[in-house]
């Protein structure tokens, strides 16, 4: 497993402007998209390119563009849906995928309720967008389901994560594939409900309000 830990100040106020709870909503929201297209830059370091001959107004020159199979990106539903625009703004041709995934609050573990994929990831570079990686639960659940369609190279971009998922993800999935995890930080540790300390709280309650 690889993990980049983006080491930045405006990622640092960012960060820092989302973990205050009286941030309300509507600006956290904003704050996740401008986060997510900062990380996404990280992520997509090594996004496959092609060659491309062009004419500048000056010369003929040979550029780069974005090979195919387009890049696919994941939300993890619902909390990842925070994260698509700011994903696609910069990965504007990426096909979009969704898979939903739900944590039980008693055992913390996680299962799939809706998909939305391409039937065959081989050769795909898939994109999985996980607010908070806290157990690794839902993380790891999501990437074996991708794996399973095929996919074997897969970043994860998260805006928090905590040693005890990095730890799990490591040990569960790091044998399988190699797998990269992107975040703007990592924290002390989880609670005793499986929140990350000192995190910011329930991603999907603060980007979408608490559902009863
Ligand atoms: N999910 C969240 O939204 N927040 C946490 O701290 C942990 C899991």
Redesign the pocket.
């Known amino acids: 497993m690889r993990l980049h830990v983006l080491d930045h100040p405006l990622i640092a106020h960012k960060l820092t402007v989302l973990r205050d709870k009286t941030t309300p909503s509507p600006v956290f929201r904003q704050l996740v998209e401008e986060l997510v297209t900062l990380l996404a830059y990280e992520a997509t370091r090594e996004v496959r390119v092609e060659d491309k001959e062009i004419e500048t107004p000056v010369t003929h020159t040979i550029g780069k563009r974005m090979a195919d199979p387009r890049p696919v990106v994941v939300p993890i539903l619902r909390?990842g849906l925070g994260m698509l625009e700011g994903m696609t703004r910069l990965l504007p041709t990426a096909e979009v995928g969704f898979l939903g995934m739900v944590?039980d609050d008693e055992t913390l573990e996680a299962s799939t309720y809706a998909n939305r994929l391409p039937e065959d990831l081989s050769g795909r570079q898939c994109f999985v967008l996980d607010?908070?990686l806290?157990?690794g639960g839902?993380l790891v659940a999501s990437i074996e389901y991708l794996l399973d369609l095929g996919a074997r190279d897969v970043t994860a971009v998260c805006l928090?994560a905590?040693p005890e998922g990095l730890d799990r993800v490591a040990k569960e999935i790091g044998h399988r594939v190699e797998v990269t995890i992107v975040t703007a930080a990592v924290d002390e540790r989880?609670?005793e409900h499986?929140?990350?300390?000192p995190?910011?709280?329930?991603?999907?309650?603060?980007l979408y309000g608490v559902v009863g």
């Not at 995190?199 to 603060?206: E, K, Q, W």
Request: no cysteine; hydrophobic share 45%.
């Open positions: 909390a944590r607010p908070m806290a157990t839902t928090l905590a989880l609670d499986g929140y990350i300390v995190g910011l709280g329930d991603a999907g309650d603060r």
